[in-house]
């Protein structure tokens, strides 16, 4: 059951939130920026340009996976925030069902997260890249169905952490391993095959190898995508089947 | 017609019995209280009649729906005021209603109007568009309290509505609260641990440790202490006892210069005392009792001070029992 209603006005509250909160848009704009032009900026004299994509290039689809990672999972963790200050009791007493509620918090991550995927996005011509017009198009498209599925992952975190202290837990070993292992900062194709298993469990990985796909289709050898097109868009549709089904599961627990 | 009832209900967190087996019923229309110390099982049954927890074993009903497996048609005739607020400070007094309004499924073409009449209700319109943070504690209880009747519930829940206001907040409220059954159409249950606000109610369960141990009126759980007790000071204590000995066949007997006599009713009795040996009357008072003293016969403690910190502590093995288990 799903309500129309009910899932826009849970879409509109974030979406205020966001306006009104100026410091975290600064947060999550300044964070891809920092890694882009500084960690890039300085490894891409360390690492030789693998064919026609510089270091800084192959890291670009990598950066905007780290936007959405971080603003969807940090857009879901709110439900945390919900329950500590009670607002989510609020939602928890309404005539409203469980998928519902979470399919508003998904869609509301990946309204933001795709807003600020699309300010990073509007760099490309700076760091030498050239894409067309299809291609932006393609790249937002990915861009908002991994930021859903990455949402839908942050709200099953959610439902089974429930206060602030999780917080840094989430951070620390969940957030924070799935950016490494997820190519975005080196190919997966260079891991070691323990971490290799790691990166294929990871949904990111796959939003980051499809930006690949589309940014840089005919690259070859080291920095070249490791997985075709199709396939990356089928995992993150799936992925964010599961997770919502889960997460909405999860929610319909009582104590 | 019974809105609420409940059949022997039992929820046990662990090894710790909240609820323990305890029925009750709640008549339409009326103000249901529920009275007990911090810990004695209050938020845990208002927490299953709305659907956030399932009971171990018993029934609950709420409008003839069962409330664990019909928790959406339940969810929809209720409305409720936590303990804790459950505003979003971080909107406005409109947005939180206008949010409410949206995930109650208000009709399109009454949703401004209700927002408005709400916001009129409780006295908030100037300050509408304000965030909620910056109201203070009495003006967010009532915020509350309007929110939780824009969908028209059928029955409003109110979790220790005055925890933390200060005396005219209090006062305040408890007006606005009293007045809402007839002019909204709303049954209340409340909850509270102060004897006082427990007064006003229709009927009141007095609830400690898990088990209802007394329930009634107020009037007649008063009467558990055996009525009012009326002091008389008179030009001549001596005659003046005999007298009221001989014309109403009542108990009476002489402290400190005090006649005191018992009486069931006493306000009824004051006059007729008066009409008899006025004259020679210097003064009168009335004590009722209160339900504090009921408490206190019931159970032998005072309800208020004592049971603070292990209230407080089963709220912690509560809050740690669901981590374990959510």
């Known amino acids: 059951m799903i309500e129309t209603n009910a899932i826009y006005v849970i879409v509109a ?100 997260s795709t807003i600020q995927a699309a300010i990073i996005l509007a760099l490309f011509p700076f760091l030498g890249l050239k894409l067309g017009v299809f291609q932006i198009a393609e790249i937002m ?97 799936i992925a964010s089947f599961v997770f919502v089904l889960i997460a909405g599961k999860a929610f319909e627990r009582k104590g | ?108 073409t009454e949703r401004k109007e209700r927002v408005e009449d709400a916001l009129r209700f409780v006295d908030l319109q100037d300050r509408a568009d304000d965030l909620v943070k910056k109201f203070s504690g009495g003006m967010k209880r009532r915020l509350e309290v309007a929110r939780g009747l824009i969908h028209r519930p059928k029955v409003l829940f109110l979790d220790e509505p005055t925890l933390g206001l200060d005396p005219q907040s209090r006062t305040n409220l408890w007006e606005f609260i009293t007045g809402l059954p007839k002019k909204h159409k709303v049954t209340i249950f409340m909850t509270t641990h102060y004897m006082e606000e427990a007064e006003v109610c229709d009927k009141i369960a007095i609830i400690d440790k898990g088990k209802i141990i007394a329930s009634g009126t107020p009037q007649e759980l008063k009467r558990i202490i055996g009525g009012d007790v009326i002091y008389l000071k008179t030009d001549d204590n001596k005659k003046a006892m005999e007298d009221i000995k001989n014309l109403f066949d009542v108990e009476v007997s002489e402290k400190d210069g005090e006649i005191f006599i018992s009486a069931l009713k006493g306000d009824a009795c004051i006059p007729e005392i008066i009409r008899e040996i006025g004259e020679r009357v210097l003064s009168v008072r009335m004590q009722r009792p209160t339900l504090n003293d009921v408490f206190l016969k019931l159970t032998g403690k005072e309800i208020r001070d004592e049971v603070a910190s292990s209230g407080d502590s089963i709220k912690e093995t509560v809050r740690s029992y669901r981590r374990r288990h959510d």
Not at chain 1, 199 to 227: C, H, Q, R, V
Request: hydrophobic share 50%; proline share 5%; with cysteine.
């Open chain 1, 13 to 112: 509250r974030e979406f205020k939130k966001f306006i009104r909160e100026k410091s975290r848009l600064f947060s999550t704009i300044a964070r891809p920026l920092l890694w882009l032009f500084l960690v890039g900026a300085g490894m891409s004299r360390l690492v030789p340009s693998g064919g026609g994509v510089s270091y800084i290039q192959f890291i670009f689809p990598g950066i905007l996976g780290m936007t959405i990672l971080f603003s969807s999972i940090f857009s879901s963790i709110s439900i945390i925030w919900d329950k500590e200050f009670g607002f989510m009791k609020e939602i928890l007493v309404a005539p409203v069902s469980r998928f519902s509620i979470v399919i508003g918090k998904a869609v509301s991550g990946m309204i933001l």
């Open chain 1, 141 to 237: 498209m990915v861009c908002a169905i991994l930021s859903f599925a990455i949402a839908a992952f942050g709200i099953l975190l959610a439902t089974f952490y429930d206060s602030y202290e999780s917080f840094s837990v989430i951070m620390n070993f969940i957030v924070m391993p799935m950016f490494f292992l997820s190519g975005a900062m080196y190919p997966v194709k260079l891991l070691p095959d323990i971490l290799k298993l790691f990166t294929k469990i990871n949904p990111l990985t796959y939003g980051i190898d499809a930006l690949k796909n589309i940014i840089f289709p005919f690259e070859k050898g080291n920095m070249s995508p490791d997985f075709p097109l199709y396939l990356d868009v089928l995992v993150i549709v």
């Open chain 2, 1 to 108: 017609m019974h809105i609420i009832k409940v059949e022997n209900l039992v929820k046990r967190f662990g090894s710790i019995t909240a609820v323990d087996n305890i029925s009750f019923e709640v008549e339409e229309g009326t103000i249901f209280g529920f009275l007990g110390p911090n810990g004695a099982g209050k938020t845990t049954t208002i927490n299953i009649l709305c659907t956030l927890l399932s009971p171990t074993s018993g029934k609950a009903y709420l409008n003839g729906h069962d409330c664990n497996s019909e928790s959406s048609e339940v969810r929809k005739s209720i409305g409720i005021v936590f303990q804790d607020s459950s505003l979003d400070k971080d909107l406005t007094a409109r947005e939180n209603l206008v949010f409410h309004s949206y995930l109650y499924n208000v009709p399109k």
